[in-house]
């Protein structure tokens, strides 16, 4: 079962800069889509960025511009730079392996945890 632990939420100010790890266990890491969601209290889960396992990056509105993802397959690791943050920008931040299918066997949708992000203004 694959199992992913997020890392490095906190509490910073407006326009700093934060940096999300999401290390993911299993043996198919590099060929997994990854993304990060986020949510805010009161509103939906909503997508911020995806990779897939070629490296192509798909952002949502919010998170253009600003925010960063990648991979480190070396390291099962997948990695969200936030800069220029907003306090709009708060919210538990969720690390998504998409489901694949790899040698016969169906890996369904996983999520991490989550982490928490909270911008002061």
């Known amino acids: 079962q694959v199992q992913l632990v997020e890392s490095g939420g906190g509490l910073v100010q407006a326009g700093e800069s934060l940096r999300l790890s999401c290390v993911?266990?299993?043996r198919i890491f590099s060929n997994r889509a990854m993304g990060w969601y986020r949510q805010a209290p009161g509103k939906p889960r909503e997508l911020v960025a995806?990779?897939?396992g070629d490296g192509s990056t798909n952002y949502g509105d919010s998170a253009k511009?600003?925010?960063?993802?990648?991979?480190?397959n070396a390291k099962n690791t997948v990695y969200l730079q936030m800069n220029s943050l907003k306090p709009e920008d708060t919210g538990v931040y969720y690390c998504?392996?998409?489901?694949?299918?790899?040698?016969?066997?169906y890996y369904p949708d996983?999520?991490?945890q989550g982490t928490q992000v909270t911008i002061s203004s």
């Open 65 to 72: 511009g600003r925010f960063t993802i990648s991979r480190d």
């Open 50 to 52: 995806v990779i897939s």
């Open 110 to 112: 996983s999520w991490g």
């Open 96 to 105: 998504n392996a998409k489901p694949t299918s790899f040698r016969g066997t």
């Open 24 to 26: 993911v266990s299993g």
